[in-house]
C-alpha cells in the first residue's frame, strides 16, 4: 500500500531564516506530488504541483521554492521565511493517470514564523 | 464568482441527527467529485469519491451529486461525536494532472 511521509511536523522559524520541509511517497512510481498551505480561516492554498522529476508548476508567486530531486521526494524551501509564511503546510499525492485525480494528504508541517 | 462555494459553518448538532453538508461549483466541466474530512491539526483524509451525477453511500456516509444544479452533498445519518472534524468538498474535470479544486471547508461539531 501507499504512504506519505512529511516532515519536521511543527517548527517554529524566526523571520528571515531558511526552510525546508520533505515529503516522500512510498508504494507507487510516477506519483503527481503537491504542496498545500492552509491558513486559519481560508481553505486548501495550491502552492506547487509536479508530475515528474524536475517539472514544478507554481501557483501562487511568492518566496516559496520546491523541487522534486527524486521520483518520490518532494522538497519545500525558502531561503527567508516572512510572518505571513505561517500555516500548516500539506504534502498530497495523487496517481498520474486520468483518475479525476484523487489525492491523497500527509500529516502536514505546523510552521510558526516568529 | 468562485469555482466552488461551501458554508464554512460551525455547523453544531446533537448526536444521532442526520447531517447536510453540501457545496456548489460553477464550471460544468467538473465529473469527478469528492468529500475529504480532516481532524483537527491533521491532514485531509479521503472520504467519498463519486463520479458524475448520482448516489454512493458507504456505512452512514451518502454523497450525492447532481450536476444540473452543480451541487454535491454529503449526508451522514446517524451522526456520532467522532464524526465532528471539517469536511471538505473537491472536485476536478477528465485530466487527471489538472489539480483538485477544493471548497474551504465546513466545520461540524456532534454534541453528546
Known amino acids: 500500500s501507499q504512504t506519505i511521509h512529511q516532515w519536521p511536523a511543527t517548527l517554529v522559524q524566526p523571520v528571515g531564516s531558511p526552510l525546508s520541509l520533505e515529503c516522500t511517497v512510498e508504494g507507487t512510481s510516477n506519483p503527481n506530488l503537491y504542496w498545500y498551505r492552509q491558513a486559519a480561516g481560508r481553505g486548501l492554498q495550491l502552492l506547487f504541483y509536479s508530475v515528474g522529476i524536475g517539472q514544478i508548476s507554481s501557483e501562487v508567486p511568492q518566496n516559496l521554492s520546491a523541487s522534486r530531486p527524486q521520483d518520490r521526494q518532494f522538497i519545500l524551501s525558502s531561503k527567508k521565511l516572512l510572518l505571513s509564511d505561517s500555516g500548516f503546510y500539506l504534502c498530497?499525492?495523487?496517481?498520474?493517470?486520468?483518475?479525476?485525480?484523487?489525492?491523497?494528504f500527509g500529516e502536514g508541517s505546523w510552521l510558526t514564523v516568529v | 464568482q468562485k469555482e466552488v462555494e461551501q458554508d464554512p459553518g460551525p455547523l453544531s448538532v446533537p448526536e444521532g441527527a442526520i447531517v447536510s453538508l453540501n457545496c456548489t461549483y460553477s464550471n460544468s466541466a467538473f465529473q469527478y467529485f469528492m468529500w475529504y474530512r480532516q481532524y483537527s491539526r491533521k491532514g485531509p483524509e479521503l472520504l467519498m469519491y463519486t463520479y458524475s451525477s448520482g448516489n454512493k453511500e458507504d456505512g452512514r456516509f451518502t454523497a450525492q451529486v447532481d450536476k444540473s444544479s452543480k451541487y454535491i452533498s454529503l449526508f451522514i445519518r446517524d451522526s456520532q461525536p467522532s464524526d465532528s472534524a471539517t469536511y471538505l468538498c473537491?472536485?476536478?474535470?477528465?485530466?487527471?494532472?489538472?489539480?483538485?479544486?477544493f471548497g474551504k471547508g465546513t466545520r461540524l461539531s456532534v454534541i453528546a
Open positions: 498530497a499525492w495523487s496517481v498520474n493517470r486520468y483518475s479525476g485525480n484523487t489525492i491523497y
Open positions: 473537491a472536485m476536478s474535470g477528465y485530466s487527471g494532472n489538472t489539480p483538485l479544486v
